[in-house]
């Protein structure tokens, strides 16, 4: 508004100052003329001026002021001041009727010049003189004063404009300094350095801040309880399943399915354990990640000879907990390396706020028509397509709890199988 609004004032007073001008110039040419007029006499159908006037300007000669008498209805020159000696009789004069006068412009010698036209006629018994009397003056002084005032209106005026803008933002700077402060604060409870809002804000902000503190606090309840009865359930399990275990007449089979479900709630546990850490609120460097499991993977499976291809965007963080991340890009390469004859090939990417991770194969692929029923839980995929489908669901639900999303196309570089997910990051 600042901005807007002031140039639009200075236009104004210089209009307003300039058209102010103008009237005086005005007044002062009519007056002239009127003294002019005084001093006119006719005599016998000849008009008769006097040698010299009162006012020294008509008398010098190219003075910036002049004045003319003429007829009105011919335009024939009746009778110049001193101060037009060697000057052309100006062709642009104009003529108004009896009684009336105009104020214009024409140029003399190069020169801008105020004109003041007024016709009048002077009677006499028998008949009547009319005439007009042009008063013509510099306009020089009075461009020199419009250009001086222009001068230190703007000065004035831009030198305001800095002064409400400094103002402004000085004033905008302190008032959004608790907002600034709410931000620095919300940010450090997302990376896990606060638990709450503790500083002090102004009394528009508080209802905000206790809002956000009390959605921190149930947050943090509901992720315990949820955490409390996760642990309860795998505890209360342990035990008769260990009683189970004990158990001499069970079979291979048996014992193996009661193994499995002790892995399964190993690894529940595991995630409750986790969760402690309000992985919301965790960086997890993804670079330092996929290599460590690229190392355990080639160990593992070093007897398969597998070579493997990494592509990795440096200064990649993925917003989660490091356990769930492993678990996923884990999975996923294990998965691969299973289903691989020769080679794996892993590469990462940030797009806006996520990360893009692609693991491609060169094993036979899957089946497009079997990859719903791959990613739905408990179902085993072992059968559809070699070493792929163990976990899958599992990574699914995870990739999902980070509202990200898991796809499954075939790998036009390796004519296998390929992963793509997408997870959010800093």
């Known amino acids: ?32 003329s009127y003294s002019v007029l005084t001093l006119a006499e006719v005599e016998g159908h000849k008009l008769v001026m006097p040698e010299v006037l009162l006012d020294e300007r008509y008398n010098v000669s190219q003075s910036g002021a002049y004045a003319i008498l003429s007829k009105t209805s011919t335009a024939a020159l009746l009778w110049r001041s001193a101060s037009m000696l060697g000057l052309s009789f100006p062709q642009q004069l104009q003529y108004p009727k009896l009684g009336e006068s105009r104020f214009y412009e024409v140029s003399l010698q190069g020169k801008r010049h105020f004109v003041y036209s007024f016709s009048v006629s002077y009677a006499s018994a028998d008949t009547d003189f009319p005439l007009t009397v042009h008063i013509l003056k510099d306009k020089s002084s009075f461009t020199a004063d419009i250009e001086s005032y222009r001068q230190t209106l703007w000065q004035w005026l831009v030198g305001l404009m800095v002064l409400l803008i400094s103002v402004q933002f000085f004033w905008l700077y302190w008032v959004a300094k608790p907002i600034r402060q709410l931000s620095i604060e919300l940010n450090d409870v997302e990376l896990g350095e606060s638990q709450q809002l503790e500083q002090r804000y102004p009394n528009e902000l508080i209802p905000v801040v206790e809002q956000l503190n009390a959605l921190l606090i149930n947050e943090q309840q509901q992720r315990q309880r949820h955490r409390n009865a996760l642990s309860d359930l795998a505890h209360s399990l342990k035990t008769p399943l260990a009683i189970i275990q004990t158990e001499a007449h069970l079979s291979e089979k048996v014992l193996q399915q009661t193994q499995a479900i002790n892995q399964s709630i190993e690894h529940q546990l595991k995630r409750a354990q986790s969760a402690a850490k309000d992985s919301w609120r965790q960086k997890v460097n993804v670079t330092r990640i996929v290599e460590k499991l690229l190392d355990a993977m080639s160990k593992i499976y070093h007897d398969k000879g597998i070579v493997f291809e990494s592509s990795l965007e440096d200064e990649l963080k993925f917003k989660g907990d490091e356990q769930d991340f492993m678990e996923i890009v884990g999975n996923l390469l294990d998965n691969a390396c299973k289903a691989a004859s020769h080679k794996v090939s892993i590469s990462s990417l940030s797009k806006n706020t996520q990360i893009l991770i692609s693991i491609e194969d060169d094993g036979c692929g899957i089946d497009q028509s079997k990859i719903e029923e791959i990613l739905k839980r408990g179902t085993r995929a072992d059968t559809y397509s070699q070493g792929h489908g163990v976990g899958l669901a599992i990574v699914k639900d995870l990739v999902e709890s980070y509202h990200g999303q898991l796809e499954i196309t075939h790998s036009e570089r390796f004519n296998g199988a390929k992963f793509s997910i997408s997870l959010p990051s800093f």
């Open 1 to 32: 508004m600042v901005v807007v609004v002031v140039p639009i004032v200075g236009v104004t007073l210089n209009s307003a100052f300039e058209n102010q001008a103008k009237r005086a110039y005005l007044e002062e040419l009519k007056a002239s």
